[in-house]
């Protein structure tokens, strides 16, 4: 007989008493009511025989803003189910052991050009101004990302930077972003091609090959034209209308969407655990499309990164948040938080990002990698869920295998709020509580301990009444 699992349900609506706001005084950073302090919650044990309106599976920012929006909107119920031991997804923070509050999963930083989203999210939180600056160690100087007349200037003797600053001029409008693959492809021949060999070569080439073992030509455009050449001296990473931090920290921002009466979060679960106990009528599903469909068609590839925490007793590692080696060491960039946190403190902590191959269920699926032959598996799968027919919507980074900035992921869950769930929310749902997709032939979730069935209670413990 196995054992009987036992789920952890964290309720963060109104039956939760949290600690409040967080304390984020001279230096000293508390995320008071967040998850952590639910590990010391003595678990009451219940059972779940509460009907859900909504599953949303995933409790980073596309499933957290739907959950939002279908409880306080629709003032329909939603569970959220999340397989990791918080809320936030990929931007979740925390306070690290020597207080400093530090991104899991690399370093997150909030820039937008839309004022709808920059609103919704300013319901959750106050914001620290905030401009991201990137240094780059090219042949042994410091110079400013996103390559530009600054960093000609900081590489090139004074004579040198002029004249290639003045050749770009006559070439380019002042201002403009120019890809480094179309900068290249351009036919400049003289200076000018040799700056841009340059560029591809100590700015580009090495540093796209340690992130993705592809050269910048075996990649999407796209991927390189994040990070476009710019003639000017504007030397911020981002140039959004919007750039700020959460105050105090995305965590907590979380925490307030997820704050509502209709909302309750389930930690720690993967949703294959408790989809045969807990009674819904509608799922939304931001985890990966090939897991959910069983990896029929075999495993969409990503790279995932290692992040190597170092606690240094000193007040600042380096000038900025974050410095990129593109051509030197196995890793390609360190980030030291405190520049886009503002805390205060007498010590500091940095995170070393090494690039790796994404070994599916060992290590986390960051960034999904473009190029033609993965888009067109996406697709199968893709094609595969239309075949549930609405029944689960799909939407985030993982579900569409889609790189998204935050603001992306938000004005997605927003717009698929707008188009699909809040249009429906009237015309029907599935009154029996059992989704249709059961009696797909192909997607079929496996029951996580053979011979239960789903008439099985498990107990459920739920944390709450702490604080
Ligand atoms: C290293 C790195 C740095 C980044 N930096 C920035 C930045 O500076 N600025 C910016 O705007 N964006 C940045 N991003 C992008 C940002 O992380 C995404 O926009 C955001 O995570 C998208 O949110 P999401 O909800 O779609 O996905 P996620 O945050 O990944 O949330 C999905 C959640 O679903 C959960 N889940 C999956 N499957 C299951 C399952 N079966 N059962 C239960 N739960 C499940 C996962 O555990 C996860 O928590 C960065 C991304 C990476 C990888």
């Known amino acids: 007989m196995p054992a009987k699992a036992v789920i952890q349900v964290v309720l963060l609506g109104s039956r939760w008493r949290g600690n409040g706001a967080p304390a984020r005084d001279k230096g000293h950073f508390s995320l008071g009511s967040g998850a952590e302090d639910l590990k010391s919650c003595q678990p009451e044990v219940v059972r779940i025989e509460k009907m859900f309106d909504w599953m949303i599976v995933g409790a980073g920012f596309t499933g957290a803003t739907l959950a939002e929006q279908i409880a306080s909107q629709l003032n329909q119920t939603v569970m959220v189910v999340e397989r990791r031991d918080h809320i936030g997804g990929n931007a979740y923070d925390y306070l690290d052991e020597h207080g400093i509050l530090v991104h899991k999963y690399g370093p997150h930083i909030f820039h937008t050009n839309s004022s709808q989203v920059w609103d919704y999210l300013s319901r959750f939180t106050d914001w620290l101004p905030y401009n991201h600056h990137v240094l780059a160690v090219i042949d042994g100087k410091k110079i400013p990302l996103p390559f530009n007349l600054n960093s000609l200037h900081a590489l090139f003797p004074h004579h040198t930077a002029r004249r290639l600053e003045t050749l770009l001029l006559e070439r380019f409008d002042e201002g403009v972003h120019v890809p480094i693959l179309e900068l290249r492809a351009s036919n400049m021949n003289g200076d000018l091609g040799f700056l841009a060999d340059f560029i591809y070569e100590k700015v580009f080439y090495s540093y796209t090959l340690k992130q993705w073992e592809l050269t910048p030509d075996e990649l999407d455009p796209s991927v390189t034209a994040r990070v476009p050449v710019r003639i000017g001296r504007d030397n911020r990473y981002f140039l959004d209308r919007y750039q700020a931090m959460p105050k105090h920290g995305y965590t907590e921002m979380f925490r307030k969407m997820l704050s509502h009466p209709n909302i309750e979060v389930v930690l720690n679960t993967d949703y294959t655990e408790i989809i045969d106990v807990v009674k819904f009528n509608r799922m939304i599903y931001t985890g990966e499309i090939d897991a959910f469909c069983g990896f029929v068609y075999g495993e969409l590839p990503y790279r995932s990164m290692h992040f190597e925490f170092k606690h240094i007793r000193r007040g600042a590692y380096q000038e900025v948040a974050q410095?990129?080696?593109?051509?030197?060491?196995?890793?390609?960039?360190?980030?030291?938080?405190?520049?886009?946190?503002?805390?205060?403190?007498?010590?500091?902590?940095?995170?070393?990002?090494?690039?790796?191959?994404?070994?599916?269920?060992?290590?986390?699926?960051?960034?999904?990698?473009?190029?033609?032959?993965?888009?067109?598996?996406?697709?199968?799968?893709?094609?595969?869920?239309?075949?549930?027919?609405?029944?689960?919507?799909?939407?985030?980074?993982?579900?569409?295998?889609?790189?998204?900035?935050?603001?992306?992921?938000?004005?997605?869950?927003?717009?698929?709020?707008?188009?699909?769930?809040?249009?429906?929310?009237?015309?029907?749902?599935?009154?029996?509580?059992?989704?249709?997709?059961?009696?797909?032939?192909?997607?079929?979730h496996q029951p996580l301990f053979p011979g239960q069935c789903n008439t099985v209670e498990r107990p459920v413990q739920i944390m709450a009444e702490c604080g």
């Open 323 to 444: 410095v990129n080696y593109p051509n030197d060491h196995d890793f390609t960039r360190i980030t030291e938080f405190k520049h886009m946190t503002a805390q205060q403190a007498s010590a500091t902590t940095i995170a070393v990002d090494y690039p790796r191959p994404c070994r599916r269920g060992r290590d986390d699926p960051h960034y999904p990698i473009p190029m033609p032959e993965n888009q067109d598996l996406y697709n199968r799968y893709l094609k595969e869920t239309h075949r549930i027919n609405g029944n689960v919507l799909f939407a985030g980074r993982l579900a569409d295998y889609k790189y998204y900035n935050m603001d992306e992921a938000v004005r997605r869950a927003l717009d698929l709020f707008e188009t699909k769930v809040a249009a429906s929310a009237h015309a029907g749902s599935d009154s029996t509580g059992r989704l249709r997709f059961r009696s797909h032939p192909i997607i079929q």
